[in-house]
């Protein structure tokens, strides 16, 4: 048994054994329509002491699970889009604030009466405020409702949420570093790093990045590198100077949230991410102890309904108190009924401070695998919930549904056309369109130099690159919407004519510049007329224009 014991102490061999669980797991998932992070959270205690206890490289999995957690508190920073705050306005910030509030008082209430002490009362109560940004987004961008109203307003008080977390870690960060010193001095100090780190980021967003955009953004490699090691770099500055490194991450990511490239970093490294925040699960299972979870199934229990019906119930409350309609304020509270990856992480941070049991650890894991699974329940069946209660949640909206006047009509544009590469031909038919007021066009390319070009012209214009396989999850395009890709490049072209044949669009059409390019296009299988042929219409225009009625002479 030798060489079975040389496998779990070579560190290369134990993450394959890892990596391939978390596959079987991930597969698993799938078929029972489960989210990831809950078999993540699942393998964390197969591989740990309480399962298979095959955890012995403990320092590596741990620098991995901290750069997921660097990676995480980035991309939340990247997506801090202050305009959406500045668009729901007061309903995101006194939801998201009176969720908060509400959830934490009557969580510790809760935790009092269920005899935990003070300090893990405060600990579990502050862990089920936080709702899970990364499942809610995902839910509602496969439901197609992430534009809806609901899910705007869920979107602007996830922002206030996140806020709060940072806030918290900042503080349990500082009561951390002020034991045994002069807390007010140690306060101070690390206030005043912290207002260092944020004015380095902000200097950085603002005369910095500019100045790099046109170059970085040329290159996808070279544009996902440097956000990853911006990411790193800061969460580490922040770690050295006392602050903390999560905070660092995350102002790294705003610092980058007003670039055209956000969301092209986003889709990149989200994969990344998920791949990385695997190990702090893992990290998290190899501390776990199954039977001390098994201990605190009944307080467990009692926190998960707390969760699933006290978070919808305050959102509830609040935006029929502000003129919302009932439909709205229901599917809007639906979001928040579950705890997220932010109150592991926080429940971690207690524990490494020395706050919290692992008992506390193991309660808040707990909850989370109750109220994350059934949560993503009931987003999926949410309309089916709200025909189901509708009758008894007149009680929560007023007589003048006055707040949701504003948003009768859609606040985005409905494209008639959107042109990929705005090349030589692409620009021609930019100029073209121009002339005619009544068609509305967007324009997509990943030159930053068009981009700016484009901005200054005042044209719709986005960051895309067609290699990107994602790229039509972010395109707005409608059953009314045309496609014109006028990249002449044919495996581009082909990947994109296989993506459109399953979206509902009117129309779609590729560009080729030469005979043979156009003889494989249609060898692909792309029909004659999906295919435009930029040498050949101009020829053809010029013989009807010039030459036709000599011919016919």
Known sequence: MNWLHSIFENPFYEIAIILALAAFLGVLGQILKQPLIVMFIALGILVGPAVL??????????????????????????RLDLRIIRSMGKVALLTGLGQVIFTSLFGYIIGLLLGFPDLHSFYIAVALTFSSTIIIVKLLSD?????????????????????????????LSTLHHGEGTNFVEELFQTLLAGLGLLLFAFISMKWVFPQLNNFIGRSQELLTLFSIAWAIWLASVGEFIGFSGEVGAFLAGVSLASSEFKE?????????????????????????????????????????????????????????????????????????????E????????????????????????????????????????SHQLYEMLSPTLNLFQRGEIDAEKEYIYDRHIDYDLIIIGLGRFGRRLAEKLDEQSKINYLVVDFDPGVISECKVGRKDV???????????????????TVIVSTVANNKLSYQLVKLLQKKPVKGYFVTTSTSTDYRELRSFGISEEHI????????????HTFLEDKDTS
């Open 532 to 543: 435009l042929r930029p040498h050949q219409m101009a020829a053809q225009y010029f013989y």
């Open 143 to 171: 439901k197609k409702e992430i534009d809806s109203l609901h899910g705007q307003i869920a979107i602007g008080f996830l922002i206030v949420q996140d806020i709060v977390v940072i806030v918290m870690m900042i503080i």
């Open 342 to 381: 932010f109150s592991l992480i926080f429940a971690g941070l207690g524990f490494t401070l020395g706050h919290i049991t692992n008992e506390v650890v193991g309660l808040i894991t707990l909850v989370g695998l109750i109220t994350i699974g059934l949560s993503t329940y009931m987003i999926l069946y």
């Open 462 to 480: 986005m960051y895309g690159d067609m290699e990107d396989p994602d790229l039509l999850e972010h395109i707005p395009y409608s059953e009314k």
């Open 53 to 78: 206890d095959i955890v012995s490289s403990r320092d590596q999995i741990h620098l991995l699970a901290e750069i997921g957690i660097a990676l995480l508190l980035f991309i939340v920073g990247l």
């Open 264 to 340: 092209v970093i986003s889709v990149r490294l989200i994969s990344l991410r998920d791949f990385l925040l695997l190990f702090f699960f893992v990290n998290l299972g190899a501390n776990l102890d199954l039977s001390v979870i098994g201990s605190q199934i009944y307080p467990a229990m009692i926190f998960s309904v707390f969760v699933l019906i006290g978070n919808p119930l305050i959102v509830l409350i609040i935006m029929g108190l502000m003129g919302y309609h009932r439909r709205t304020s229901f599917l809007a509270g639906l979001t928040v009924a579950q705890i997220s």
